[in-house]
């Protein structure tokens, strides 16, 4: 479930656009993160994603994401879920350096007119 966000919080996190992120996805220069339950990766995801729900993150980041230096992006289903945006300061608080959010989410995803990925990852 997706929790809706303050815009206070929302101004504080680093976000990247749909042109920025297709690019680092391109290069493979970037993890890409869904802060959303397994339920909702399942019915489609932004290519190359991982699940790292909310519940799972501080038991699994260090599996998903093994350098804390890597270029992160979290994202969630659009601009009024704070998914992302909760992920992202989890994720600095365990001292990733580079994090940044795509606030548009699945939703500005789809609207752009770009594509989800429908298989699953292997399971941690």
Excluded: F
């Excluded at 996805?25 to 909702?40: H, M």
């Amino acid at each position: 479930m997706c929790v809706r966000t303050q815009l206070s919080q929302v101004m504080t996190d680093t976000t990247i656009n749909n042109e920025e992120l297709l690019a680092a996805i391109d290069t493979g220069d970037v993890v890409v993160v869904e802060a959303l339950p397994a339920s909702y990766y399942a019915e489609g995801h932004l290519p190359g994603a991982h699940n790292l729900a909310l519940d799972d993150l501080h038991r699994l980041a260090g599996e998903v994401i093994p350098r804390t230096d890597q270029p992160v992006v979290t994202y969630c289903t659009g601009p009024t879920c704070s998914n992302s945006h909760q992920a992202a300061e989890r994720l600095r608080a365990l001292g990733y350096t580079d994090v940044r959010v795509y606030a548009e989410g699945k939703d500005g995803w789809r609207a752009a007119g770009l594509p989800l990925e429908t298989e699953t990852q292997p399971a941690h």
